[in-house]
């Protein structure tokens, strides 16, 4: 009788060991609903890359982006300082070229004949050169920047994205409005000084920016596709084809 009974025990033990080896297994081939979901963040602009790799990922991103801030405190208070004395002061560009050029002369000049009155050795002048590389950056950007927009102007010409034409002809609109309130180097200074404050204010609230640029582009959208059904579609597209001659 305990022999019968120690083996029907061992049969039940065997039993729900298989039954929780093969649940286990079951469960490992299940998908992980534990792990979080990869879902894409919508970023401005469709951006992918962060915020530093999309100013270039060197020096001029540091110095939009504040990584140096005596540097880049440095290069606003010369911008603003410039622009008081230009645009505040009605100074003008070539007088103080040519007015720094003189007083830069005319120290070195008299520091070198006076060195030899007075046993002293001349300035030490340095050698300024202009780095090869520093050019082919900027001409490179600047290439870029041109193909871009030749490739914008192209599809505006072709008549097909209705968006895109609406989108610059908008932003030309703007452009006008702004420059009958202010002159060129007005403007030059506030895009200068946007450059130096909103991408490091957008890096510090990237989250927030991105959550409400995402709600905004999404009623954009709503309100186009609106837009592009009642009035759009019903614009003939491409040019009109020629009535063939009898």
Known sequence: MAELEGTLMEKIAEKIHGDSSSSSDSDDDKPSYADPLK????????REKPLHQVLGDGKPADVFLWRNKKISGGVLGSATALWVLFEMLEYHLITLVCHILILSL???F???NASNFINHSPPN?????????????VVSALRIAINRALDVGMNIASGKDWKTFLGVIAGLWFLSLVGNCCNFLTLFYIVFVLLHTVPVFYEKY?????SFSEKAMVEIKKQYAIFDEKVL???PKGPLKEKKKD
Do not use: Q, T
């Not at 990237?206 to 991105?210: A, H, M, Q, T």
């Open 39 to 46: 879902s894409k963040v919508y970023r401005l602009f469709g």
């Open 106 to 108: 005319a120290i070195l």
């Open 110 to 112: 008299l520091w070198s």
């Open 125 to 137: 002048i340095p050698e300024v050169v202009l780095p090869e590389k520093c050019v082919l950056e």
């Open 206 to 210: 990237e989250d927030k920016v991105d």
């Open 233 to 235: 579609s019903k614009i």
